[in-house]
């Protein structure tokens, strides 16, 4: 099947209200043109140097992403156009955010990322964590970015009620953090393999890329 094939299959899935973000990482710029000519605008990439070079040459109301782990001396390359980052998990990354986005005069949205999966290397922080974050005096002075939800990443197993308790875990994060934060509405989770857990279990926006571009070579 096409990208375009895909895409609208994928689209005719999942319910109305959830995100797809079109995870175009390791792929051509004619695959996401692909995308985009079929009426697709957000995508998601893992690395900052990628996404520049893809920001540059593609149409400018295309909503990139910001899904890998982010680099606080790399932040300021895509300050000025990023429209979400989804795996914010500690001050010092969030603070850095804020100061260039008052140097790009924008509020930059972001997610933070928990860590749901038994696994060790995967990023984020704790519930715990991530309230006394939201709750310090220092995030009170960031101006410039905007919690928008949380993003997490199950393990990856093909037992699917651990995957399914891990998203259901995330869900309930999400509603505690909602006490202090009550404009937050976004649960990023769920990829091309557990969507469908994902969804079920409350996500809002889905990361999803060899489901539509086929799967990844890495060089
Ligand atoms: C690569 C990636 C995805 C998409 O993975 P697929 O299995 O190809 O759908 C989603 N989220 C993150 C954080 C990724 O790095």
Known sequence: ?????????LKNQIPEHITLVAVSKTKPLEDILQAYNAGHR???????QEMVDKFHSLPNDIKWHMIGHLQRNKVKYIAGFVDLIHGVDNLK???????QGLKNDRVINCLIQIKIATEDSKFG??????????T???F??????SIKGVM?????????????????SL?????????????????????????????????????????????????
């Open 1 to 9: 099947m096409s990208i375009k094939e895909n895409l609208n299959s």
């Open 42 to 48: 957000v995508f998601g990439e893992n690395k900052v």
């Open 93 to 99: 990354l969030l603070k850095e955010i804020n100061k």
């Open 125 to 134: 922080m704790s519930i715990n964590e991530a309230k006394k974050l939201i």
């Open 136 to 138: 310090s005096e220092e």
């Open 140 to 145: 009170k002075n960031l101006e410039n970015i």
């Open 152 to 168: 997490g990443m199950a393990t990856f197993t093909d037992d699917k009620d651990q995957i399914q308790s891990e998203f259901q």
């Open 171 to 219: 869900e309930k994060g999400f509603n505690e953090l909602k006490i202090s934060l009550e404009n937050i509405n976004t649960i990023s989770m769920g990829m091309s393999g557990d969507y469908n857990i994902a969804i079920d279990s409350g996500s809002t926006m889905i990361r999803v890329g060899s489901s539509i571009f086929g799967s990844r070579q890495y060089q």
